[in-house]
């Protein structure tokens, strides 16, 4: 292949991977303020509409430990099928998964951390409890026509036991109890991780777990996030996370900041269905969000566009 040729190709692969925005549930989970339904709803199907190919609707977690979630089932009752099939709800127990079932979900993130700690101050039980629960999950998800990925958090760092050795990430990726899963997530859950781990990850569970999809979420905490997606998705990863304006962060890991900005990786990306008039519509309505959460804006994009460069057709219309 010549290097104009390889050039393509890379450009091919960064543009068909999938963003899926996370502004409400990650995105959200920090703010300690709930977004009213009806706000959330305008937010998801701005987003659908612009393009996005999926994003996260809600979590199904305690209201009282994380209060801006409290609403996700009523944001789940409020959206079409349709809108419904390109969306996902967190979950971290079987029967958080029946209760929104019942409401209309369908895809689901089942989230578990690869370090013990963070899964006992993250949803209360043992990685292992956890990983054995997955089994009953998969198969409500399954029987309901569903999707549900195996999403692993602290896949690099824990704030709690530092360093992961990626033989626990792949002993998980190859646990009986998670077979069948439709995706695998591998989660820089407090941003400290390189390119080059990145790569190296997503590399590894590629070629030494079962052949399924695979997602990396990643954090900017350190200035990486972009950089991060983007190594991921050229090792193999199909499918990016990222939030409005870089919201968000997981309350129960000191040291975690917001997601990598889902305006920064569109751009970055380019994918087909990112225009100039689309990327206006995700930075509006993430200058909605934030003013209504109290949060600034973290996209280096969004404070790109704001600069008067008439001649670069990215910038936003005076």
């Known amino acids: 292949m010549t290097d104009a040729g390889a050039a393509v190709f890379a450009d091919e692969v960064l543009a068909a991977a999938e963003l899926r925005d996370v502004t409400l549930r990650d995105g959200l989970q920090l703010t300690g303020k709930v977004l009213p339904t009806e706000h959330k709803l305008r937010v998801a199907r701005g987003l659908l509409a612009a393009g996005v190919p999926s994003i996260e609707i809600g979590a199904m977690a305690r209201p009282d430990l994380v209060p801006p979630m409290a609403n996700t089932l009523e944001v789940i009752a409020g959206l079409t099928a349709a809108e419904l099939e390109r969306s996902w709800v967190w979950v971290a127990t079987p029967r958080s998964i029946r209760r929104a079932l019942d409401a209309g979900a369908r895809n689901f993130s089942y989230c578990l951390s690869v370090s013990d700690a963070h899964n006992r101050a993250n949803v209360g039980r043992s990685t292992r409890e956890s990983v054995d629960a997955m089994a009953e999950a998969i198969s409500l998800v399954h029987a309901a026509g569903g999707r549900i990925q195996l999403t692993l958090a602290t896949t690099f760092t824990c704030p709690f036991e530092g360093v992961i050795d990626p033989s626990r990430v792949l002993a998980i990726a190859n646990d009986p109890a998670t077979e069948g899963a439709d995706d695998i997530v ?38 990486l996030g972009v950089a991060n997606t983007i190594a991921a998705v050229q090792a193999g990863a199909t499918m990016v996370d990222g939030a409005l304006g870089g919201l968000g962060g997981c309350p129960f890991a000191p040291g975690a900041s917001g997601n990598t900005s889902s305006e920064d990786i ?50 936003r219309p005076a």
């Open 186 to 223: 591998l989660c820089d859950t407090i941003g400290q991780a390189v390119p080059a781990q990145v790569s190296s990850l997503v590399s590894l569970v590629r070629d030494e777990s079962p052949a399924r999809r695979i997602a990396f979420h990643g954090h900017d905490t350190w200035g």
């Open 266 to 315: 569109a751009f970055g990306l380019r994918p087909s269905w990112l225009t100039p008039s689309t990327f206006e519509s995700l930075l509006t309505l993430g200058e909605g969000v934030l003013e209504a959460v109290g949060e600034k804006n973290r996209s280096r994009t969004a404070e790109g566009a704001r600069r008067g460069a008439p001649t670069f057709e990215w910038v």
